[in-house]
């Protein structure tokens, strides 16, 4: 498995083959423009780039095809080098400012009911360059489209608490000058409710966002969705959401996915802000994205009324539209079963 290129390997790899070092910035510069893979590094010659290609891989993982939404939604399915691969989607809110939506595992072990990464079973933990690697290449793509990338969220493939370490690599890359130089409060890690994760992440001192994916307000419906529920309840898991508020000085955001007849009540509301009280959390209302199961989307009246139940029990939401739907791109959509149709631009060949 060949290493990913950056600043040191590269440097001391010139350094080897006795090429001036500021072929190591064109080289970083080539991935900050959209090169997709080596040819595509024009500013070197094609001898020098056929040697490092030898020796370096141009992305951890390789972009291999995209699909591209109506609403401007971008999906691409990205390779490791074993072969495994992983879904990095780019969403477009409006013109000017994209967020993307990463990977943390090449698939989930945890089995939520509603999910598609869940559906298609366990894969492997991707490392901290995977990781980093499919913002950075969203945004070098968002920028040859005009557009800036403004915020990664880990609601891609997989548990990222799971993976922290690679995680947490990952996020420092980020936040690096070398990297996007990012905020923590751009980055968004969403767990399932992985409780031992949680507490680590608040001692890892990052200033990430959390969100949980709560989806229930009592532990039958909660457990029905999520079997994490029977490992860790409820109260268990809004105990550490509260120390972690504690530990960090953060509020944490609580992911709820409105399911027609399933826990979209008036009562399920009232549940909720009662569960909630005396907390720092702002609650999201996810619409749910079909995936193949049985269950359907809130209508709006029920999502409207779910709403209005939280705010009169004094807790503010805020309503998360879906994005993508049309390619599978949208949250819980992804398997890693996308068909290309749109095939990535290169430069050069
Ligand atoms: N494993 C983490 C992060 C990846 S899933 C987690 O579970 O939080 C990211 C978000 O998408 C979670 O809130 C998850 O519950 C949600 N999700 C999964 N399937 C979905 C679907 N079909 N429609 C909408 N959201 C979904
Ligand atoms: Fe895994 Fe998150 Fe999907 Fe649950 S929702 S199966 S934890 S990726």
Excluded at 19 to 41: E, H, T
Excluded at 185 to 196: E, F, L
Aim: net charge positive.
């Amino acid at each position: 498995m060949l290493a990913r290129v950056d600043r040191n390997r590269l440097e001391a790899l010139l350094a080897e083959l006795g090429q001036p070092s500021y072929r190591a910035r064109q080289v970083l510069d080539a991935r900050r423009a959209g090169a997709v893979s080596w040819p595509d590094v024009t500013a070197l010659p094609k001898a020098l780039r056929a040697r490092l290609g030898g020796e370096l891989s141009l992305w951890a993982l390789q972009p291999e095809d995209a699909q591209e939404s109506a609403d401007g939604t971008i999906k691409w399915r990205m390779r490791g080098s074993d072969g495994v691969t992983v879904e990095t989607v780019l969403i477009a809110h409006d013109r000017g400012r994209r967020t993307v939506c990463i990977s943390s595992q090449a698939g989930c072990a945890l089995g939520c009911r509603f999910c598609a990464t869940g559906l298609a079973g366990p894969g492997r933990d991707l490392s901290a360059d995977e990781i980093a690697d499919q913002a950075e290449f969203a945004a070098a793509q968002a920028a040859t489209r005009g557009a800036r990338l403004g915020n990664v969220v880990f609601m891609g493939m997989g548990e990222p608490l799971q993976n922290l370490e690679a995680v947490l690599g990952g996020v420092r890359t980020l936040r690096s000058v070398d990297g996007l130089g990012l905020s923590g409060r751009r980055i968004a890690i969403s767990t399932v409710g992985w409780v031992p994760g949680i507490r680590a992440l608040a001692e890892s001192g990052e200033p990430v966002r959390l969100a949980v994916s709560l989806h229930g307000s009592d532990d039958a419906t909660r457990s029905e969705l999520m079997p994490i529920n029977t490992r860790w309840p409820i109260a268990s898991l809004l105990a550490e959401c509260r120390r972690y508020c504690d530990t960090t000085g953060r509020r944490v955001f609580i992911e709820y996915l409105l399911l027609d007849g399933v826990n979209d009540a008036p009562a399920d509301a009232r549940r909720l802000a009662e569960l909630l009280r005396d907390g720092r959390f702002h609650v999201n209302l996810i619409e749910y994205n079909p995936t193949g199961t049985p269950y359907r989307a809130s209508p709006g009246d029920a999502r409207e009324r779910f709403r209005a139940a939280l705010a009169a029990a004094g807790i503010e939401a805020s309503v998360r539209r879906s994005r993508g739907a049309d390619v599978d791109a949208a949250c819980g959509q992804l398997a890693g079963r996308s068909e290309p149709t749109l095939q990535l631009a290169s430069s050069a060949k």
